[in-house]
């Protein structure tokens, strides 16, 4: 097998993280809600942890499901209490830090659970399967249709909820259909990518687009093709270099974003 046959999986997940993820992104950022993706990945981690704990194998479907009943969870509880008045950024902390400290003590009881910790930090990119591939380009694809129709609304809702509410639009009703999908989304990612790879798929293209772009269709594609050259080179250069894959496609958008902020400071 090739070298390129053998990294195409991994190149096409990275394109495919990057659009979905992006447009996420610049919701995530709009509602300064920035942690929210990191609280619910570790939700997810913590259902397959469990299910990891019960006797099942990490990539079953039984583990997909306890991972992405966990993650709905977690996103009835944040739209349930975004119209209390109890700060949205310490809430998301407070859920992380507990599911992570729930996964640590129940992963202590696993064999192996040390590895299995790490699995869910920086994920396996680079061993995705085509099965996988197609599973999360029809998920995706599903969720564009919906974003589709309702991302004018969903686009009110994350810039000004208040407006949003004035236009008379069902907020809660909009924000869980947003908190589902993105569960959705986080669940089946951290699957292939890992808690970390997500997270910097889901922020660093739409932060840096959101610099130099304005609409969301401009931010969206300019943050697609950002993420998906970053997340690529990134795995060439582990690759190449021998390192772990995830943390040195996390380092890499650590590199793109800096050199983005210079670019946007000199442009002043």
């Known amino acids: 097998m090739s070298l390129f046959l053998f990294l195409l999986p991994a190149f096409v997940a990275c394109i495919l993280f990057a659009g ?28 397959m942890t469990v299910a990891v704990f019960l006797g099942y194998e990490v990539n079953t479907w039984t583990a997909y499901f306890f991972a992405l009943s966990f993650a709905l969870l977690g996103s009835l509880f944040f739209t349930f209490f975004r119209g209390i008045k109890i700060h949205q950024e310490a809430l998301i902390g407070v859920v992380f830090a507990i599911s992570t400290a729930l996964s640590i003590l129940i992963a202590d009881k696993i064999p192996h659970g040390g590895e299995h910790l790490k699995y869910i930090l920086n994920g396996s990119i680079l061993w995705v399967s085509w099965p996988q591939i197609v599973k999360v380009f029809l998920i995706y694809s599903g969720l564009g249709v919906v974003y589709s129709i309702f991302g004018n609304q969903l686009l009110a809702v994350s810039l000004n909820v208040h407006e949003a509410k004035g236009q008379g639009l069902h907020v809660k009703a909009l924000d869980l259909l947003f908190y589902a999908t993105f569960s959705l989304v986080i669940t089946n990612s951290v699957q292939m990518g890992g808690i970390l790879l997500v997270f910097s798929f889901l922020i660093v293209p739409a932060l840096t687009s959101m610099m130099f772009a304005q609409g969301l269709f401009q931010r969206v594609l300019l943050g697609w093709l950002i993420g998906a050259m970053t997340g690529i080179g990134g795995i060439l250069f582990s690759y190449a270099a021998d390192l772990p894959t995830g943390a040195t496609v996390v380092a890499s958008f650590g590199g793109t974003l800096a050199v983005a902020t210079i670019v946007k400071s000199r442009m002043r």
């Open 20 to 47: 979905i993820h992006t447009y996420l992104g610049v919701h995530v950022i709009s509602r300064g809600i920035i942690f929210i993706d990191l609280a619910l990945a570790q939700l997810a981690a913590l259902g």
